[in-house]
């Protein structure tokens, strides 16, 4: 849980790094919010997913600034997430690109976290 709680408190900082375990835990609870939500949605409002919606909203930019800081682990720019509007393998490329382990020393975009969190 404090993984889901340290991303929201950096909701909007799209500089540093992120490790793979912040923001695999943070998508992790973000699904199971998700489909907590669609479920009471469903039973209680029908077809209208009116709670998922403003849920979804509400992460949307600590979710861009997660996947942003990810790849600054990986050793790439922020930009690349824009990779993921290219039709059919874009998504798959983002999705190799957050499972990559990070850079194991400092990089233009910071230290390494691992070695911060080892301390």
Do not use: C
């Not at 408190?9 to 375990?21: D, E, L, P, V």
């Not at 992790?28 to 009471?40: D, G, H, M, P, T």
């Amino acid at each position: 849980m404090n993984w889901y709680l340290d991303v929201l408190k950096k909701y909007a900082t799209f500089s540093g790094r992120a490790r793979r375990q912040e923001y695999w835990m943070f998508t992790l609870f973000n699904v199971i919010a998700v489909v907590v939500l669609a479920i009471i949605d469903n039973a209680v409002l029908g077809v209208y997913p009116a709670l998922t919606a403003v849920y979804m909203l509400g992460v949307l930019l600590p979710t861009l600034a997660v996947t942003v800081r990810r790849l600054h682990d990986t050793g790439r720019s922020g930009w690349w997430y824009l990779i993921a509007f290219v039709p059919l393998v874009g998504g798959i490329i983002l999705f190799v690109f957050t499972v990559l382990e990070g850079e194991g020393q400092p990089n233009a975009y910071g230290d390494n976290p691992k070695a911060i969190a080892a301390y």
